[in-house]
């Protein structure tokens, strides 16, 4: 058996990767340094061949590191190389939660130095060479040691936990360990803003003046209750704009980006974010918090049913990596890689609910607000951003959460403001 799940993983591996440069052929088939009509009055001839040569410059580094990436977890798994480390951890310790945390730690440390020379090129040259770039080297520093930290704390007790829940409660496993995961998600959904980000970004309220005050006179008009409406300094790692929406309840709160409110006009910006009150108010968020939760639920049940102790799928699983030794670390890297198609076949049903949620979003600003507003401020956020707006239809079905930029707007041409 272990031989079968080995060659079914060294398959996926290849599937996957193929899949990926099958997409990527397509896209690159729509390339071109010709402005094509329906990009007129959106993009000029000029800075289309620079969005084009953006989009070349980041897909080439993306090729390079996802093809090392690809490789060398195949040669991990040709050599036994997770065994050798799992191996060479247990001279140490052969307690189940200090092996999990230090084979895991060592992996995330190895793939974390491998990935930061295409970090630093993508940062320093690609994103410093079309203008959007205002990170400094001692930011980038800084930010990757708090990155690391926060990941080492929170994944560190976060796998701790599960594995000691694992390790004590049985067939229960899968469905403690669900309630634990969806109560740091509503908790991390609920205080995200106010934890996490101060670390890396200074949030201030917005201050008194026209915009807030036509913030908070739409939200009054849709009955949406809003206390909470930060500036967040984003112009201090680049140029690009955005805005989002955090939290639930009481602790909910919109985020404009100090480059987006630079961009965009009062009007601009207050369609924007009526776009984002329509998700919630159209109770996209606690959708899309209640199905992630069930995608959790499902994934940790057949998890489970491979991870069992003393099963035979759960030694062919250590045997199919090299081991001899059945643990829950190599159990839950083993069922990471085949869960693969499963995950792919979800993240397709998700992409197309998302683009739904998007176009019903949108028709929620336009009904509501403004709908030439939120097409003006979307025309600008692609353009400023240097966005690919004339991808493949068939590379947006499997990777585009989002409708593409022209579609968004020939939906909103349709919409009549109140």
Known sequence: MDRTIYIIII????????????????????????????????????????????????????????TLSFVLILLMLHFKGFAIVDNYIRQFTVNPILLALLFFGIFGLVSNILSTPFSIYDTFVIEEKYGFNKVTPKLFVL????????????????????????????????????????AFTIFMTMFYS?????????????????????????????????????????????????????????????VLYDTLIKENTVEELVAVLAHEIGHYKLKHTRTGIIIGIIQTGLMLFILSLFIQKGSAISLALAKALGSDIPSFHLGILAFGLLYTPLSL?????????????????????????????????LKKLSVNNLSNLNPHPVYVFFYYSHPTLLQRLNALKKIKNN
Not at 49 to 62: C, E, P, R, T, V
Not at 146 to 157: D, F, M, N, P, T
Not at 225 to 230: A, F, G, M, Q, V
């Open 11 to 66: 398959s996926i591996i290849v599937f996957n990767y193929l899949l990926e440069q099958f997409l990527e052929y397509l896209n690159k088939t729509y390339w071109s340094n010709k402005l094509p009509p329906d990009l007129e009055g959106i993009y000029s001839a000029e800075k289309y061949k620079k969005s084009q040569d953006y989009y070349k410059a980041n897909k080439k580094l993306s090729f390079i590191s996802g």
């Open 143 to 182: 930010d990757k040691l708090k990155s690391l930290l926060l990941g080492a704390v929170i994944g560190g007790v976060l796998l701790s936990v599960v594995v000691l829940i694992y390790e004590f409660t049985g067939n229960w496993f899968w469905f403690i360990t669900w309630m634990v995961i969806t």
């Open 194 to 254: 106010t934890l996490i980000v101060p670390i890396f970004n200074k949030q201030t309220p917005l201050e008194e003046g026209e915009l807030r005050d036509a913030i908070e006179a739409f939200s009054k008009k849709v009955g949406f209750k809003l206390s909470d409406i930060y500036v967040i300094d984003g112009s201090k790692r680049s140029k690009k704009a955005n805005a989002y929406f955090s939290g639930l309840g009481s602790k909910k709160r919109i």
């Open 345 to 377: 076949i979800l993240g397709l049903a998700l992409n197309i609910v998302s683009r739904k949620n998007e176009y019903q979003a949108d028709k929620f600003a336009g009904e509501n607000y403004n709908s030439e507003a939120l097409q003006t401020a």
